[in-house]
């Protein structure tokens, strides 16, 4: 990239990245908008960002060059994957919206790459820790690296008890009339 164009956008991402963290609960408090508001701008803020590396085409993932052996390991794998512009992105999202976002593409290719489908090391690693579905997996370990680029803790126990919990609540069957099925079908 040029060198007037890496000054450029660096400039539009520390204005963006000022403009996100300005919602300070003070900032907030004086211009009396509702969470609904804040939540809007952000998604906007967030949106004009991605668009932006859309149109310079840094909104590309890095090719996996290797299996990772953990869900640490993972992490720091990402890391290399996903460049500063991204980053950037990721960091802009709400808490949870980067795995959701890039769950069917992104995800996608970990899940098959990185053998989460099959007895790979980490797939077996995180079933040791309590995962059993791929998708699961995947989405522990974006949520999990977006905290991780926020500074925010990873409270991976807490989020292995979601998947958990997902998968042993218990349904109730829904009581269906058969009397339309006996009639038509002579069932007596």
Same mark, same amino acid.
């Given at each position: 990239?040029?060198?007037?164009?890496?000054l450029?956008?660096a400039a539009?991402?520390i204005?963006?990245?000022?403009a996100?963290?300005?919602n300070?609960?003070?900032?907030r408090?004086?211009?009396?908008?509702s969470?609904?508001?804040i939540?809007?701008?952000?998604?906007?803020?967030?949106?004009?960002?991605?668009?932006?590396l859309i149109?310079i085409k840094a909104?590309?993932?890095g090719h996996?060059?290797?299996?990772?052996n953990?869900f640490e390991e993972?992490l $720091? @794998?990402?890391d290399t994957?996903?460049?500063d512009e991204?980053k950037e992105?990721?960091?802009?999202?709400p /808490?949870?919206? =980067?795995?959701a976002?890039v769950?069917?593409?992104f995800?996608?290719?970990l899940?098959?790459n990185?053998?989460?489908?099959?007895d790979?090391k980490?797939a077996?690693?995180?079933?040791m820790?309590?995962l059993?579905?791929p998708?699961?997996?995947?989405?522990i370990?974006?949520?999990s690296?977006?905290r991780k680029?926020?500074k925010?803790?990873?409270?991976?126990? $807490? @989020?292995v008890k979601?998947y958990?919990d997902?998968?042993n609540?218990?349904?109730?069957?829904i009581p269906? /009339?058969?009397? =339309?099925?006996?009639?038509?079908?002579?069932?007596?």
């Open positions: 990239m040029k060198e007037a164009s890496k450029i956008l539009f991402l204005g963006l990245l000022s996100c963290d300005s300070s609960k003070q900032d408090q004086n211009e009396n908008l969470q609904a508001q939540d809007s701008l952000k998604k906007i803020e967030c949106d004009s960002l991605l668009n932006h149109k909104d590309t993932f996996i060059s290797r299996l990772p953990s993972s $720091e @794998q990402l994957l996903i460049n991204m992105w990721i960091k802009c999202l /808490d949870g919206e =980067f795995a976002y769950h069917h593409g995800g996608t290719y899940r098959n990185w053998g989460l489908w099959g790979s980490l077996i690693n995180l079933r820790k309590g059993s579905h998708d699961d997996m995947s989405g370990i974006l949520h690296y977006q680029l926020k925010e803790k990873i409270k991976f126990e $807490e @989020q979601h958990q997902y998968w609540k218990k349904v109730e069957p269906v /009339d058969s009397s =339309f099925f006996n009639a038509e079908f002579n069932i007596n």
